[in-house]
Nanobody, 120 residues
Framework: QVQVVESGGGLVQPGGSLRLSCATS????????VAWYRQAPGKQRELVAS???????NYADSVKGRFSISGDNDKKNVYLQVNSLKPEDTAAYFC??????????????WGQGTQVTVSS
């Protein structure tokens, strides 16, 4: 059974930093891509950053220069370093993994989310 688990959220002052972690476990053939999304109350879930198995990264314009995504070689552990946090970064942050289970089975899996609150 595949599990995607986020951790690292918390309460931080404006300008502060956090390191969010996404751990994927289970009987997995390959992880193609891992992405971080966030959802603030009353707003739609939005893509924050993504990283492919080969290491290509992509960022939302709102976080470029402040957030950095990285991961180990097989992307079973992916990290989102969030710096220079602003109150508008407050949201639940979710990890999404595009996973190949077998040669005939592939799916995307979500974690339960980790809350980031930026407030003085």
């Amino acid at each position: 059974q595949v599990q995607v688990v986020e951790s690292g959220g918390g309460l931080v002052q404006p300008g502060g930093s956090l390191r969010l972690s996404c751990a994927t476990s289970g009987n997995i053939l390959r992880i193609n891509q891992v992405a971080w999304y966030r959802q603030a109350p009353g707003k739609q879930r939005e893509l924050v950053a993504s990283i492919t198995l080969s290491g290509n990264t992509n960022y939302a314009d709102s976080v470029k220069g402040r957030f950095s995504i990285s991961g180990d070689n097989d992307k079973k552990n992916v990290y989102l370093q969030v710096n220079s946090l602003k109150p508008e970064d407050t949201a639940a942050y979710f990890c999404n993994a595009d996973i190949v289970i077998t040669l005939l089975r592939r799916g995307t899996y979500w974690g339960q989310g980790t809350q980031v609150t930026v407030s003085s």
